[in-house]
């Protein structure tokens, strides 16, 4: 369990985060979604501890993220933030085998290599894993990253609009992958995403965040709800079911 | 391993190319500048590289963090205050541990203030550095043009990188400080690879990314004051050889890049400093050649940024 209680981060004055308490259940995928500037990346930069916070409390299984050790943290949870950028060349397999930094502290064993393998084959970059990063294209970057992540095999995993960069084929299969680490493996998987069908259709619950504050939270079948969407986004809203998934347009008449 | 054989070859021919006379003496003389080149090419290499690691920049070298315009400063205003005649009376190597200190103390207060205080970014760190990089260079220029002309003509000549001019007293010092400064070091090569990786993952993969900064800083900053205080600043230099290393080694760790990069930065000063002494009959000084070489790699290298 994560729980968040009264997390608050302002940027000059301006409150990002107002006074958000939380939880968010183990297991399954979790999609915050919200306009832009409503605070969602802060909040999961926060949880992730990447950002500190103004105040408030955030424990992760009980282990509050302010006091507990780095190493220990980063063997139950890791992030992924947007934008990447690494100035060395590093290949696809070096870049996914640090996600085993937490476990190997840099001695790779046999086991930390299948680790590797398995995580290369999920994201279906066996055949790029000896091409340097600054040979990829966005997409397949973003793979890579994504395969770090994976591969630090912890309970949480938090990615920060994992779906950018990615083709229509791509991002459904990581929504599934996703989907399916949470379903066979327990992992709790926490994802900010603008796409809302993909949230809709892909996780088990949804936080929708409007000016740093939580404004409704629940199943996809409650929140993808025609007057709720319109007013978060301020934007009028029609949700349609089609054959089970809730699908919502929002290309004014 | 080439780059060792190639080190091991230009040591050789430093040695004994144009040696004529005692053998046992011309080992003695040759052998402490060998030495004296060995550890400059270490602390010059290996402070730029982490520097490097640590800013995630392939341009920037710890001369933008106002290194080694503070110990051109520092020469300045002990020649100022004391006059050249007491400064040269004073013992070379407790001159060397005040300057080595003062660099490494200026930079930690530095890095604390900003890695702790309430910005926590980088460039920031890199601006103030820049900032102070030039305020220290402008009060050198202030005190050398009001300094007793003599007084000038004496710093002048400490302030250009020689390596005709090392003092032996400093080698033991320096030798001591490197060899702490890489017993610490190695043991975190796992880390140094991780930072490279930025901030976020860093934390993602539960390394603490503010402490390990500036303790990496902390490490470059004491390899500049050592390599400043044996030969004066050179710090282009560093840029020369961390790149070069990348080059050869592409996607390499830590573990590989940092002796790579000091086989290269050895090659390079024992090889140019055999050439300056054979061909150029001493006329001119290695760090002239550095620099010029350096400067061309450097506009090379932001040519084939721009490209990009």
Not at chain 1, 119 to 141: E, K, N, V
Not at chain 2, 84 to 102: H, R
Not at chain 2, 137 to 159: A, C, E, T, Y
Not at chain 2, 267 to 283: A, H, K, M, Y
Request: a neutral charge.
């Amino acid at each position: 369990m994560i729980h968040v209680r009264n997390a608050t981060k302002s940027y000059d004055g301006d409150l990002v985060v107002d006074d958000v308490t939380l939880s968010l259940k183990r297991s399954g995928v979790t999609s915050i979604i919200g306009p832009n500037g409503a605070g969602k990346s802060t909040l999961l930069s926060m949880i992730a501890r990447l950002i500190n916070m103004d105040g408030g409390e955030i424990t992760i299984d009980g282990l509050n993220i302010a006091t507990t050790d780095g190493l220990e943290l980063a063997k139950r949870l890791a992030v992924l933030r947007q934008d990447n950028h690494i100035t060395a060349r590093l290949t696809v397999r070096d870049l996914v085998a640090f996600g085993r930094y937490p476990h190997s502290k840099g001695r790779p064993n046999e086991n930390d290599l299948e680790h590797v393998n398995r995580a290369l084959a999920y994201l279906g970059l066996t055949d790029l894993s000896g091409r340097f990063l600054d040979q990829l294209s966005g997409g397949q970057r973003q793979r890579a990253f994504v395969a770090m992540t994976l591969c630090q095999d912890t309970d949480y995993m938090m990615f920060d609009e994992p779906l950018n960069n990615l083709d229509i084929h791509h991002a459904v299969s990581m929504m599934k992958l996703f989907r399916q680490a949470a379903r066979d493996f327990g992992k709790t998987v926490v994802v900010v995403i603008h796409d809302i069908n993909f949230a809709s259709c892909y996780s088990d619950h949804i936080i929708a965040m409007k000016d740093g504050k939580v404004a409704e939270q629940g199943s996809p079948d409650q929140i993808i709800d025609a007057s709720i969407l319109s007013d978060i986004y301020n934007t009028p809203f029609q949700v349609q079911n089609i054959n089970g998934q809730m699908i919502a347009t929002y290309y004014g008449a | 391993m080439i780059l060792l054989c190639l080190a091991l070859l230009s040591a050789i021919g430093f040695m004994t190319i144009g040696a004529r006379g005692n053998w046992g003496f011309i080992l003695e003389f040759r052998g402490t500048k060998l030495l004296a080149l060995l550890l400059v090419a270490y602390a010059v290499s290996v402070s730029t590289v982490l520097f490097q690691t640590v800013t995630n920049n392939r341009i920037l070298t710890p001369s933008i963090m106002g290194i080694d315009a503070l110990y051109v400063l520092l020469q300045t205003v002990l020649i100022f205050a004391f006059g050249a005649q007491a400064i040269s009376a004073l013992d070379p190597q407790i001159k060397f541990l005040i300057e080595a200190g003062c660099l490494t103390v200026f930079a930690l207060i530095l890095y604390r203030f900003l890695f702790f205080g309430v910005f926590r970014d980088v460039h920031l760190l890199l601006l103030s550095g820049l900032f102070f990089g030039l305020l220290f260079r402008s009060v050198s220029g202030l005190l050398q043009r009001i300094i007793d002309p003599n007084d000038f003509v004496i710093l002048q000549d400490s302030l250009f990188a020689s390596f005709n001019s090392v003092d032996k007293s400093l080698l033991g010092v320096s030798v001591a400080v490197i060899v702490l400064v890489s017993v610490i070091g190695v043991k975190i090569f796992s880390r140094f690879d991780v930072m490279l990786l930025g901030r976020d993952s860093a934390i993602s993969l539960g390394v603490n990314h503010t402490r390990n900064a500036v303790f990496i800083l902390a490490l470059a900053s004491v390899l500049v004051a050592v390599s400043t205080a044996l030969v004066g600043p050179v710090t282009f230099f560093g840029l020369l050889v961390a790149n070069l290393a990348y080059i050869v080694l592409p996607g390499a760790k830590h573990k590989h890049v940092l002796p790579a990069a000091i086989l290269i930065a050895f090659i390079c000063l024992s090889s140019g400093q055999l050439v300056l002494e054979r061909l150029f009959d001493f006329n001119t000084a290695l760090a002239i050649l550095i620099e010029f070489a350096g400067g061309l790699f450097f506009i090379g290298l932001i040519l084939r940024r721009g490209v990009r």
